[in-house]
């Protein structure tokens, strides 16, 4: 209720891309985590074509954020996530249609072209709408994508019981829905000519010494907070032998998000400057890892049944789970300053700009992360070095909380009361 309250003292602008968060990431998590298997299981393709398909939608997204960020600035962020949300909805439609590698790939690669156009358009439509308010906005923005990714795999593992196709058809129908509520709904905005060329706006971020320095310390937190779709899950069913495990990381991240992160955003908001509660925050993420590098000795899952297997399961699967949590905290601390803090770095006319290469380079970090995660937990196997991808991850929240805390003390970073100016009607 404290949530609902809080959503209903922003514009409705603001309320309706909370909502719309909520279903993009239900819809999203819904499909998504069960596309691998269908296309191994259903249609019969090899391992090789269902990374090139799922690879594809990766690309597409991540890679081509910056063309969102841009089309936002100069034709406008409601027009863009509208269209966003419309290709992501004939997207998914064709996941459910297609059976045949061209249409898959047609899919994969509307799916996420989609995701580069609304992500950081909603972004830079929320930092100009709340205004002086913005950590505040999103931090109930994590809230809400949060939530919707605890939601979106629970619909999705019954809507399988049924089929692939039917579960496709209901993602494609929750953006459709959001796709007509945006139109319907989201306020239009006059969009003041940009001078100069969309490469000459690239260029002024690019050459924007203090943005890359942030973006680049900020590498840890993306490559820690994509470990909850990757290491914290297998930690979870490697100590548990349980492959339930790895839903509780989630259930532990939605009950902390709504009970605790409007309270840790107001709370810090009040005391102290964001870039040292980003620093700290960062840090916290770096500990998150250090409980399961810990008890990375404990060799093997849970026994057998019964109240000993039980206990004995809780017992191995408690040091994941205090990890998770943990994470989740620095996560909450951490996000809704840095969205806060990117639109000051430049031009209220080019904050789309901004977070879509910001996104770009948050790409790329996630990558290369998960990349040196992938080969220590394989290092880790092979040798009996179970700590090793825990320590990785945390000597990377550790080398990023250094960096902003180096960037703080060099005053490089904006001040986060600066407002970003809405353009007015």
């Keep these: ?233 297998d930690g979870a069913r490697q100590a548990t032998g349980w492959d339930g495990a790895a839903g509780l990381v989630f259930l532990i991240g939605t009950v902390a998000n709504l009970a605790l992160q409007l309270r840790i955003t107001r709370g810090l908001k009040e005391r102290g400057d964001r870039a040292g509660w980003i620093a700290a925050g960062l840090g916290l993420m770096a500990l998150a890892f250090l409980p399961p590098a810990l008890a990375a000795g404990m060799s093997g899952p849970g026994t057998s049944g019964g109240p000993d297997g039980a206990a004995d399961a809780a017992l191995r699967a408690a040091p994941v789970l205090a990890g998770a949590l943990l994470l989740y905290l620095g996560v909450m601390v951490v996000q809704p300053f840095v969205m806060e803090l990117i639109p000051g770095f430049g031009r209220s006319e080019l904050t789309g700009t901004y977070f879509g290469i910001f996104y770009v380079l948050s790409g790329i970090a996630a990558a290369v992360g998960n990349t040196v995660v992938g080969w220590a937990m394989d290092t880790g196997e092979r040798s009996g070095a179970g700590w090793l991808p825990w320590l990785c991850c945390a000597l990377f929240g550790l080398a990023s909380a250094l960096g902003v805390a180096w960037l703080r003390r060099l005053r490089s970073l904006p001040e986060p009361s600066k407002p970003a100016v809405p353009v007015k009607a």
Aim: charged share 15%.
């Design 1 to 233: 209720m404290k949530t609902w309250r809080e959503m209903r003292r922003f514009p409705l602008a603001v309320q309706l891309l909370l909502v719309n968060q909520l279903g993009v990431n239900t819809g999203f998590y819904l499909l998504i985590p069960y596309l691998a298997t269908h296309l191994t299981e259903n249609l019969g393709m090899s391992a090789a074509v269902v990374g090139v398909v799922l690879g594809l939608r990766n690309l597409s997204q991540q890679g081509l954020f910056i063309i969102g960020g841009s089309a936002s600035d100069r034709l406008g962020a409601r027009g863009v996530i509208i269209a966003g949300c419309a290709l992501r909805t004939l997207g998914f439609a064709l996941f459910a249609l297609g059976d045949n590698l061209p249409v898959l790939l047609a899919a994969s690669m509307l799916s996420g072209f989609a995701g580069a156009l609304f992500n950081p358009a909603v972004r830079a439509y929320i930092a100009q709408e709340a205004d002086e308010r913005k950590a505040e906005a999103f931090a109930l923005f994590n809230v809400f994508a949060t939530t919707g990714a605890l939601v979106g795999p629970l619909v999705g593992s019954a809507l399988l019981l049924v089929d692939f196709r039917t579960s496709a058809l209901t993602a494609a129908a929750i953006f459709a829905l959001l796709t007509v509520a945006q139109a319907l709904v989201l306020p239009a905005r006059k969009v003041e000519p940009n001078k100069g060329t969309v490469l000459a706006d690239w260029r002024e971020v690019l050459r924007n010494r203090a943005f890359l320095a942030f973006a680049l310390a900020m590498v840890g937190m993306f490559s820690l907070e994509n470990q909850l779709y990757l290491l914290l899950p």
